[in-house]
C-alpha cells in the first residue's frame, strides 16, 4: 500500500501526508515531532503501531478467555471427548441412524463449544442482515438491540487508534472528531452489505464501503476535517495482524494429499503464471496492480487482494480495481459454475474441489458448493480454507520478493540485506506471529482448538472486519473517479484476470479430477 | 471543529449537493424498494433460505466468517479420524465411478 512508513523510516517524519505539509504545524506540534524523531522506529511508524495494537487486541482477547474458561473444564473436556467416541462408533455402523448421528453431533459441538468461554463475545456489535427493514440490521439473533455493542466498537477502537496516532506524534483530537463519521459511514456500508440479496450475492461490504467513500469525495467532497481518520493502511496493516490469528497451518493438512495438490500445486502456478503473463506479455505498467489481481484471482479473493496488497504497497486505485474486478467474476462464477457441473453431471467431491479451487471469494464457493450437494460443500469449503491459509505464505513471499526484487535500488544494483530490512513491511511480523501462535494452540487439543475458535469468533474476526471496512471507506475518501480512469485503458486488468482466472478454471479441473478420481479415489469416497 | 474545507472539485456547491442527493435517493429507492421485492422472488427466496438452513454466508470472506464451517471442518475431522490412511496413501484401485 502507498506507505507513511518509507518516508519515516528515511526521514523520522510521520506527517508526511501532502495535505498536512502544506498546512504550518504550530509550535507545539513541532516540538512534538521533534520528539517523535528522536524515538526508536518500532514507536513511531505505522507498520509496528500495527503490530503493537493488533498484538494488544489479540492478546487482551486471548488473556480474558483463558482467564474466563469454566472452573469445571476438565470434567467438560472428558465428556466431550466421550461424545466424540460415541459419534465415532455410530458412524463405524454400516447402517446407523442418521437422526442418532446427528443428535450426538449436536451435543458433541455443545460440548467443544462449553470447553472456554469469551466474555466480550457478546459485547462485539455485528451489523446483521434484513431484508426489507434496515433497522433488522441493529438486533441480533436473540431480539437484543447492537446499538450498546457498536458503541464499544467505536469507543474501543478509537481509543487504541488514538494511543498509534499519539504515539506517531499526530493529534489525537483532531483524529477522534474524524474518527466518529468514518466509523458511521461504515456503519452505512455493513447495512448495504448486510441486505440479504446484495450479502447472497456475493456483494461484499468492501464494494459498498468504497462506494460510499466515492460519493461522498466525488459529489460533496471530502471534508478536511475528516483526513486525520482517513488512515487506509493503518486500519488495513492492524486488520491484517487480526487477520494472522485466523491463518491456521494445522488446517493445511485438513484434506491430506489430496487437499495439499489442488489449493498448494495449482494456486501458485497460476499465481507466478498469471503475473509473469501481465509482466511480460500484456507488459502491465503496475506491477503491483499485476500481482493483487493475481492474487486475488489465484488465492482467495478480496481477503488475499488486502493481504497482497498491503505486501507490494499498491495503490489504493489499484486495490479498489482488483476487488472490484473479482468481486464482478465471482458473482458470475458462482452463479455459472454449479449449473454447468449439473449439466454435464459432474462427480460432486471434483465438482467442489474445482470450485473452491477456482471462485474467488470464500462465502460464494460455500453458496455454489451448497447448489451442487453436502459433499461439493464440504470439499468446496474445506479446499478454500486451505487456500485461504496460503495468504500467509502469499503475502510473505510478495513482501520478500518486492523488496528484494521489484524495487530496487536507484542506480538499478542489487537490494542489499540491510536495504531489504529497511524497507520490508514490518507489520508481516505480526501477521506471521499472529498465525504461529494460534496455529501453535490450535495443535493443543479440543481446549486449545476451542479456545482459538472463542477468541475469533468472539472479538477478532469482528474487530478485524471493522477494521477493514473502515480502510475501504478512508479508500473511498481519497479516491476520485478520475484517478481510476486510467487503470481501465487498454483494459488490460480485466484481460489478465480472464486469461488467468481461465489458466486456473482448467489447471484446478485436471487436478481435481485426477488426483480425487485417479490418485486418492478412496479419500474422495471419505467425503461423500 | 476545522472549517468544512472540501477537495478535489472545483463544481459550484449547488451542483454538487444535488449529485449527492440524486446519487443517495437511487440508493434509497433501490435498497428499500427494489431489493425487498426481489427478496420475495420464489427462487430467490428459496436460494436465500437454503443458504441460510446450510449455514452459507456468500458475503464471508474468509473461511472463518462461514457459520457452518466448524460444522464442515468436524465432518472432514470425522473422515479423517475414520479413513485417515486414504488421505495419505496413493490408491490401487480402479478410478472410482459416479455412484
Redesign the interface.
Known sequence: MISRDDAAEETGETLNDS?FSEESLESSVAEEMKMVRKRPPFLKTEDWWAVWLGGAILLMTLGLTWSSRPADQSERLTRFLALTER??TV??QSNFNLEELKEL?KE??AAKAGLTYNPLKSRIGKIGKW??N?LDAFVDSKGRSIVPGLLAVLIGCCFLFSIGIGGMGESVP?FV?AFVPVFLLAIISFV??G????????????LWAILIGL???????????LKPAIRTEFYIKTGLVL?GA?ILFS?LL?????GICISWVVTPVVLISTFIFGQKVLKMSSPSLNMVISADMSV????AAIATGAACRAKREELSLAIALSLGFTVIM?ILMPEFIKLV?M?EVVAGAWLGGTID????V??AG?MVGDAA??VA??I??IQ?ILIGVVAFCVSIYWVGWVEKSPNGERVRLVEIWRRFPKFMFGFLAASLVFSFLTTQGPIGESTV?AV??GTT?LIR?WL?CLAFVSIGLET?FRELLPYFKGGKPLTLYVVGQTLNLVLSLFMSWLIL???????????R | MPPMRCDRTTRPLRSRITSFLVASTVLLVIWLGVLPRLAQTPSLKQYLDRNEELGIDPGAKFYTELPGMRRIIERVQTAHRLHGAEFWTVSNRPAVEND
Open positions: 495535505s459419534t465415532d458412524r463405524r453431533e458433541r459441538d431484508e426489507s434496515p483532531r472528531t448495504l452489505a441486505q440479504r440479496v446484495i450479502n447472497d450475492s456475493n456483494l461484499e461490504y468492501a460519493l461522498i469525495s466525488n459529489t460533496l467532497g471530502t471534508p478536511r476535517f487477520l485466523e488446517q485438513a484434506l491430506g494429499l489430496p482467495c479473493g478480496v481477503s458462482m453431471g462427480d471469494s470464500t462465502g460464494a460455500a453458496a451448497g460443500l464440504t469449503t474445506t478454500k480454507m485461504n475458535s475469533l469468533d474476526k472486519n477493514f476520485n478420481t485417479k490418485v486418492f479415489p478412496n479419500a474422495a469416497d471419505a467425503l
